[in-house]
């Protein structure tokens, strides 16, 4: 990332996943840490993401998850970072992820997997660590 | 009997709209044409059982349901059950049916009037507060949006001329159980309080029937927990308790693998053999109002009613609901609920066994772990039914009823339950009648831009 400017982060929903509580929760947490936020909102698709991210120039994408869709959408999302060659960093966070799930989608290319009951301080640690590692020398 | 849609059903949207691709049939029943209702009741006796629907915006199960009634040959005034309608907040919590307000409205006064002389033994008016309440609104909250809704729709109806006492007592509450016994059973009593002295005082109803309300509830999914899933069983049992204390007239609690899922057919075993304890052995609904008299709760029920009160009135003090609900106001209030939720959470000022108190290291935490995490795969094969179903059906018929319900929704008169009715026989999906209704008030066919209109 470069020096001198905030952590840009996205946040995407995808699908009908509706629940929005742990995004809100989460892109609050994340600017109150000094990040800015890009909001993406539900209906998210993988196209539509990784439009999104190129266009802000985000350092992660942050997905929120309250149903089961973004197992899907996750291998549809790598095949396009990969086909468009880009290298952002993936988080995904909610309410379903299991200690399986995360695993799971770790193994997929996932950074980071934050269940509920995650610590704020945990999640704000990691994806400044992931955002400030990326494009380091 | 409980219906509930999948994530593209409660969204009034098809199986085969790109967004809906990984959530079809997994998390409740894919109903989007007449012939899903018909296969949904075939062979159940529907003028002998209730089917309570969350099948959001409801006009359709009633348009559905009543033509199913006169094709088997029985009056559709058997029909019992319920359909939740929730015209003035759907779009600001949990799933949108991207539809403006007035006609959310329109569709909902149409089902209650429609219902009220074709069906008048069924609850087309069934106010849902779990629905909009289990973000992280909290009880107050949760009633005092509930009546302002109910009093914006009994004021219209009785505008339009309609005879408050023919639809009243047909009006119910769907009501959230959270984890605080005492002022939920309190808060079930000022409801009750509340509605009676509105209804007789505000509203002019005579009939007695219209003064009480019959309240359902369904447990809090919200305060179940990932953590030490089998605590989740002992939280269903206590909330149980405090519902048939409350004397409630139905209940369904949320079963202990709800916070991973949608619940297993043993996990609802789990919650329906609960409240057979609850009421069978320890005998919870022997007397009406048990705990009436009791000096905490009666002056808990007294605060939660003035409290409900105050907030209906700040509310509607700020403009119509039309007004309040287009300016984000409700919007801010969910999200503010949520994030208030997650910090009470985060913070421990609301305690959680197993998540904020008596955790358990996850590598340990293994009781019905395996169950709870076990997954549904979304029905695909249902996206190519549906295409090759709208691909075989009668174009000329499709093209006459889509123009006819964009006619009928750019009308402002005219009851759209019948012209509605008459599309879904005509193999119109619901997908596509939300899409006419919304070209009909000058809205996208489509608000998420992915589907063209079929005709």
Not at chain 1, 52 to 71: K, M, P, Q, R, T
Not at chain 2, 113 to 142: C, K, Q, W
Not at chain 2, 317 to 338: C, D, H, I, P, Y
Request: charged share 25%; glycine share 8%; with cysteine.
């Amino acid at each position: 990332m470069a020096a001198g400017r905030p952590i840009r982060i996205l946040l995407a929903i995808f699908g009908l996943d509706q629940h929005e509580a742990g995004a809100f929760a989460v892109a609050r947490l994340l600017r109150d840490a000094g990040m800015e936020v890009i909001y993406l909102g539900r209906f998210g698709t993988p196209e539509i993401v990784v439009d999104a991210a190129l266009e802000e120039g985000v350092d992660v994408i942050g997905l929120s998850c309250h149903s089961w869709e973004y197992l899907y959408y996750l291998d549809e999302l790598f095949e396009l970072l990969k086909e468009r060659r880009l290298d952002i960093p993936v988080v995904v966070g909610g309410s379903v992820l299991s200690q399986d799930d995360k695993k799971e989608i770790q193994a997929k290319g996932v950074a980071a997997a934050f269940g509920p009951g995650s610590d704020a301080g945990d999640i704000v640690q990691q994806i400044r660590s992931l955002a400030e590692t990326r494009g380091a020398p | 009997m409980d219906v509930i849609g999948d994530a593209p059903t409660m969204s009034a949207m098809d199986p085969d709209h790109p967004l809906a691709r990984h959530a079809v049939g997994n998390t409740g029943v894919s109903i989007c044409r007449f012939q899903d209702f018909e296969d949904l009741y075939a062979d159940l006796p529907l003028n002998e059982l209730t089917f309570s629907h969350s099948l959001p915006p409801g006009a359709y199960t009633i348009a559905a349901l009543h033509r199913i009634a006169k094709r088997r040959g029985f009056d559709p005034k058997e029909l019992r059950g319920s359909t939740i309608l929730l015209p003035a907040y759907c779009e600001d919590c949990s799933y949108q049916i991207h539809m403006p307000y007035d006609l959310r409205m329109r569709l909902a006064l149409d089902s209650v009037e429609f219902a009220a002389t074709e069906m008048p033994r069924f609850h087309a008016f069934l106010e849902d507060t779990y629905y909009i309440s289990d973000g992280g609104l909290n009880a107050v909250e949760e009633m005092a949006l509930g009546f302002v809704e109910i009093r914006e729709i009994v004021r219209t109806l009785i505008e339009r001329g309609i005879d408050v006492d023919s639809f009243a007592p047909r009006i119910a509450i769907l009501v959230n159980c959270r984890m605080d016994l005492f002022e939920e059973v309190a808060k079930i009593r000022a409801t009750r309080r509340i509605f009676a002295r509105m209804m007789r005082e505000e509203f002019g109803a005579k009939d007695p029937r219209s003064w009480s309300c019959a309240i359902t509830a369904h447990t809090s999914g919200l305060s179940l927990t990932m953590a030490q899933p089998v605590n989740n069983v002992a939280r269903g049992a206590v909330q149980g308790l405090a519902l048939a204390l409350a004397g409630v007239q139905a209940v369904e609690i949320s079963c202990f693998d709800e916070a991973y899922r949608t619940p297993s057919q043993d996990s609802h075993m789990v919650s329906l053999r609960t409240q057979q304890i609850v009421q069978l052995e320890a005998g919870a609904d022997r007397v009406a109002d048990p705990l009436g008299g009791s000096y905490f709760v009666e002056s808990l029920t007294d605060e939660m009613e003035r409290r409900i009160l105050d907030m209906v009135e700040a509310i509607e003090s700020k403009g119509t609901l039309k007004e309040v609900s287009e300016s984000g106001w409700f919007r801010e209030l969910f999200q503010n609920a949520m994030t208030r939720r997650a910090e009470a959470i985060q913070d421990g000022s609301e305690t959680q066994i197993g998540v904020n108190a008596f955790e358990i290291p996850e590598d340990e935490d293994n009781l019905l772990r395996d169950h709870s995490a076990s997954k549904l795969e979304p029905c695909w094969d249902r996206i190519d039914e549906i295409r090759r179903f709208k691909d075989d059906r009668d174009a000329g018929a499709v093209a006459e009823h889509f123009a006819r319900i964009r006619e009928v929704g750019a009308a402002t008169e005219g009851n759209l339950i019948e012209p509605i009715a008459d599309a879904l026989e005509a193999n119109l999906t619901q997908g596509e009648i939300a899409g006419a209704l919304r070209l009909g008030v000058g809205e996208a066919y489509d608000p998420l831009g992915q589907m063209e209109p079929p005709a």
